[in-house]
């Protein structure tokens, strides 16, 4: 990208929503990236067929027991493989350009913080990095001088419209959220919520996670927490809006009445697409907006009582310390009860909030630290779950 020479790329979690998307987006410039790694957890033969047609340097699995089988799949392609936590590290200080993290969950804390000390671009698509060590990850950033791009569609739509050369113009952010599929459920229709409705996300094409996550409203305390570290901004000062068309990503609202707003289809190529350009941009093969087709956009403050999850996120928030960390453990626990039909759907929300409230564990001072609170969250959840169980 710079004086002609394609960008060399890194994708940690390359068949991931976000990874297979970035791949896409490369399909389509060949001559502007270089692909030096590839990550994934265990599908070993789409990331064997994407190191393949792209041409990789260096392929990772994260399942040790899966290296064998990866190493068989590429034969004689010249592609060096590896496999294991180290393997990951490794895959994230190998030298390229730009490392697109979107490993899933706190797993992709520790590559991104070895990505970020290379110095380099790090586009983030893994939430779980800022919510369980924001401050770290930040303190980092600065002293290491890495550059870090939000992929998020919403924290994404914030960083095109931010003036950051004026901060103290800024009067608050705006986060806007789809609803998700059951934003006009009444409390009993959500009592009756299935994993197979829970997935189905009316505007977006997420994994399972994100997909619940959404319709809890989760996904955007999550956000919320997130934009605190990515732009500075005070908790109080960042507003949740509902906006069902998911056409209006973000806004950003300035002392001067001004309301600037990034728009787009809802596609994830779109923020990726500029994340891999930046601070240029490049063609898409997305969807153009016609606004007159879409006729109206409409908006509505989320429901407290019906999304709780939007209040634990924030007093998550203020409380600091460990209390995120433990949210975000406690989340992919619950979530994954109620995709396995042992948690209803309201049931996420409540064995979050009891674990927030009840963990006590010391500050983070390190990724290291961080990682030991998450484990011993996911314990006390995987726990309190069991006991719940027992008692049903």
């Not at 969950?105 to 671009?121: D, Y």
């Not at 189905?200 to 934009?227: C, F, Q, R, Y």
């Not at 240029?280 to 907006?289: D, E, I």
Request: glycine content about 6%.
């Amino acid at each position: 990208m710079t004086d002609g020479l394609p960008r060399c790329l890194t994708i940690l979690g390359s068949t991931g929503s976000v990874g297979t998307s970035t791949l896409d987006l490369v399909s389509h410039h060949k001559d502007r990236f270089q692909i030096e790694a590839l990550t994934a957890n265990n599908n070993i033969e789409l990331l064997a067929a994407q190191a393949r047609r792209f041409n990789a340097r260096f392929v990772v699995t994260a399942d040790e027991a899966r290296y064998a089988d990866l190493k068989s799949l590429l034969s004689g392609s010249g592609i060096e493989v590896a496999a294991g936590r180290e393997a990951l590290l490794e895959a994230a200080k190998r030298p390229s350009d730009l490392v697109m993290a979107a490993i899933v969950g706190a797993a992709g804390l520790a590559p991104t913080l070895e990505a970020v000390r290379r110095g380099c671009i790090v586009a983030l698509a893994n939430k779980e990095t800022l919510v369980c060590a924001g401050d770290i990850m930040m303190r980092e950033v600065a002293e290491h001088g890495a550059t870090l791009l939000p992929v998020d569609s919403e924290h994404n739509a914030i960083f095109q419209v931010l003036d950051r050369t004026q901060p103290e113009t800024v009067e608050r952010i705006v986060l806007t959220a789809s609803g998700g599929p059951f934003r006009g459920f009444d409390q009993r229709g959500m009592e009756r919520v299935t994993p197979a409705q829970a997935v189905a996300h009316p505007n977006w094409d997420m994994g399972a996670k994100i997909s619940v996550d959404s319709a809890t409203m989760m996904n955007k305390g999550l956000e919320l927490i997130e934009a605190h570290h990515l732009f500075g901004m005070p908790q109080e000062q960042i507003e949740i809006l509902v906006h069902p068309q998911s056409i209006i990503h973000s806004m950003v609202a300035y002392v001067d009445g001004s309301l600037l707003a990034q728009l787009g289809a809802p596609d994830m190529r779109i923020p990726i697409a500029y994340a891999l350009a930046w601070p240029k941009r490049m063609q898409a093969p997305v969807s153009r907006l016609n606004l007159a087709d879409l006729a109206q956009l409409t908006f509505e403050k989320p429901d407290p009582e019906r999304f709780p999850a939007l209040s634990i996120c924030r007093d998550a928030l203020v409380a600091g310390g460990c209390a995120p960390t433990a949210l975000n453990a406690a989340n992919e626990i619950a979530v994954e009860g109620f995709l396995a039909g042992r948690l209803g759907f309201l049931e996420i929300a409540k064995l979050v909030r009891q674990i927030v409230e009840s963990f006590d564990w010391p500050t983070p001072n390190s990724v290291e630290d961080a990682l030991l609170a998450d484990e011993e969250a996911r314990r006390v959840t995987r726990d309190a779950l069991s006991t719940a169980l027992q008692q049903a």
